[in-house]
């Protein structure tokens, strides 16, 4: 029972995590290099192949163009919505706070299935099925506490006073807002701003039941595809995923550091 | 004229204009009310899912007539009669809810050790090596996650055609019930690894020190200190872990292969393939609730401020 011990359990386990959590993710950057027709095992060869092909196949680049687009209108919406919440939450003080917060929570307290369904018939009801522009709203709804969380982390971090200087200085309440609050919570509203654009790029569930035939986004078509025959083009288009998810990190841990979500409150 | 427009530059002129028209739509007597203009955006796209799960109640109350294929006018319980019943969705509830109580117990197991690590480890390049293992699939999708697990697991995937070169195999290692719990841990780990991370930093080194020089070994430091300290966060990501598995959709869906559904697959199926939104409707209600319990449960034991929206602790 020493410490070696303790080393080697933890370690095995953590070994056993790693290696799943990362598995998919190699293999799926392997599988896009094989120069072969299928994907086998050991790999035929090395080639780019399969990038060319899905430089060249339409229904491929739509389907990532629409996802792109669902993103961006999701995040478009997100950020005033999340921003001015977010910065209400952590400077004012309001009557039912406690509802409030237990409503805006609501997108993560309802099963992802739930809001799906819930989206789709209102979405019906509104003749809004069909169209792409309701499935970034969609995305908005089901992750803005991820916004709002992000933005009031920044929002607390900031000293009232600087804000009752500027007014002090006879700056009044718009010019204080743009010119030390929303400078202040930027960092905050980038990062919520980037978790809400790959959640919406990734967002499957809600797509496939968003979406028809038409207008698949690139998850729901590579969830149809991989029911069928497994080739190497939706590898290669999967790693565009995994290029875009690293880029993500890479800006959140350059932006506030990986390291916050470790810290306790 | 001239000189005025000089010495009063272009911009303050388009900032007085922006504060008086900002004074003209919400003039100061209002101020007192700001907060909840500014809060209304947020509130109408939350009140997005509000309205979905009134038209969910008002469609899990129309039954489905079978000589018309239209809803029924008149309401009844007749589709939770069917969905509390029928064996099928007996059979389904019971493997979702058995599956997300295994899930929750292996993916606790291995995240306790991970999030351990995250916290306690000196080096820098360590944790951020583990953070990154960690987000990466998180932000890569569960489709594309589920994906590399059919290349990895299937017939002729790697692990089997690796298997045959030692001469054993091939094993049929997709489409059941154990894949899908296999790729359910794996989707998990980030989550249950998050919530326990604030939970174990704020438990001091010092008390695990204290423990070790009074004599107890790590196993009993553990048993007696570490674990009853991050309760909270043990109990949060369970609850959260548990929910996420049981409303799950696409890990069933692709390493399941069709006969090993989960609820929301169930679901699926009644809204786009008999096209039962009723029944459908019904069962998602059902789920929501369930689902909703398990949350608010989780809410009231370890505190809403968990997840971080809070910004005074005063009330």
Redesign the interface.
């Known amino acids: 029972m020493t410490d070696r011990s303790k080393a080697v359990v933890l370690w095995l386990l953590v070994g056993f995590s790693v290696v799943t959590l990362s598995a998919p993710t190699a293999v799926i950057i392997g599988a896009s290099l094989t120069s072969g027709k299928i994907v086998t095992f050991p790999p035929d060869g090395l080639s780019l192949q399969w990038y060319a092909q899905i430089l060249g196949a339409f229904d491929l680049r739509a389907a990532f163009l629409r996802s792109l687009y669902v993103a961006t209108v999701c995040t478009l919406i997100a950020l005033p919505c999340g921003t001015l919440a977010g910065i209400v939450f952590a400077k004012h003080r309001i009557r039912f706070r406690k509802g409030i917060q237990v409503y805006l929570l609501l997108p993560f307290t309802i099963p992802l299935i739930g809001s799906g369904v819930g989206l789709m018939l209102v979405f019906g009801a509104g003749g809004l099925l069909g169209s792409l522009w309701p499935v970034g709203l969609a995305c908005c709804a089901i992750n803005l506490p991820f916004m709002i969380w992000a933005v009031a982390g920044s929002a607390n971090a900031l000293d009232p006073d600087l804000e009752k200087a500027a007014a002090n200085c006879g700056a009044p309440p718009v010019q204080t807002f743009l010119t030390v609050t929303l400078p202040a919570v930027m960092p905050g509203v980038i990062t919520g701003a980037l978790l809400m654009f790959i959640l919406a790029l990734n967002e499957f569930l809600v797509s496939l039941l968003l979406v028809d035939s038409r207008i698949v986004t690139l998850p729901v078509l590579i969830y149809n595809s991989i029911r069928s025959i497994i080739t190497p083009d939706l590898a290669a288009i999967s790693v565009v995923f995994v290029v875009v998810a690293a880029m993500v990190i890479a800006i959140l841990d350059r932006l506030v550091g990986l390291d916050i979500f470790l810290k306790s409150k | 004229m001239r000189h005025y427009s000089t010495a009063y530059p272009l911009s303050w002129r388009i900032?007085d204009a922006?504060?008086a028209l900002?004074k003209r739509v919400w003039p100061a007597r209002f101020a007192p009310w700001?907060?909840?203009l500014?809060?209304l955006?947020?509130?109408?796209?939350?009140g997005?899912?509000?309205?979905?799960?009134i038209?969910?109640a008002d469609?899990s109350l129309h039954v489905l007539d079978k000589a018309t294929f239209r809803s029924s006018e008149s309401y009844s319980l007749e589709n939770f009669e069917r969905a509390l019943t029928a064996s099928l969705f007996r059979n389904i509830g019971l493997r979702s809810f058995l599956g997300a109580i295994l899930v929750t117990a292996v993916t606790l197991?291995?995240?306790f050790?991970?999030a351990?690590?995250?916290?306690r480890t000196e080096s820098p390049i360590l944790?951020?090596l583990?953070?990154?293992?960690?987000?990466?699939?998180f932000?890569?999708?569960?489709?594309?996650?589920?994906?590399?697990?059919?290349?990895?697991l299937?017939n002729?995937?790697?692990l089997n055609?690796?298997l045959s070169f030692l001469g054993i195999g091939p094993f049929r290692l997709l489409f059941n019930y154990w894949a899908v719990l296999f790729g359910l841990?794996?989707t998990m780990?980030?989550f249950a690894v998050?919530m326990l991370?604030?939970?174990l930093?704020?438990i001091p080194k010092e008390t695990e020190r204290a423990a070790e020089s009074l004599g107890a070994?790590?196993?009993r430091t553990f048993q007696y200190v570490v674990i009853p300290l991050a309760r909270p966060g043990m109990v949060g990501a369970a609850i959260v872990v548990f929910?996420l598995t049981?409303?799950d959709?696409?890990i069933p869906?692709?390493l399941g292969g069709g006969s090993n559904d989960f609820?929301?697959n169930a679901?699926?199926d009644q809204?786009f393939r008999t096209s039962d939104?009723g029944l459908?409707?019904a069962l998602?209600?059902l789920?929501?609730i369930a689902?909703?319990a398990a949350?608010?449960v989780a809410?009231l034991l370890v505190g809403?401020?968990?997840?971080?929206?809070?910004?005074?602790d005063d009330?």
């Open positions: 900032f922006v504060e900002a700001l907060p909840y500014l809060l955006p947020a509130l109408l796209v939350t997005l899912l509000v309205i979905g799960l038209e969910i469609s197991v291995l995240a050790p991970y351990y690590v995250l916290v944790r951020k583990l953070l990154i293992v960690l987000f990466l699939p932000f890569i999708g569960q489709v594309v996650r589920a994906y590399g697990w059919l290349i990895i299937g002729e995937g790697i055609t690796s841990v794996q780990i980030p998050l991370a604030p939970a930093t704020a070994n790590w196993i929910t049981l409303t959709f696409a869906a692709v609820i929301a679901i699926y809204f939104a459908g409707s998602t209600l789920l929501i689902g909703s949350v608010g809410l809403i401020g968990t997840l971080g929206l809070a910004g005074h009330d």
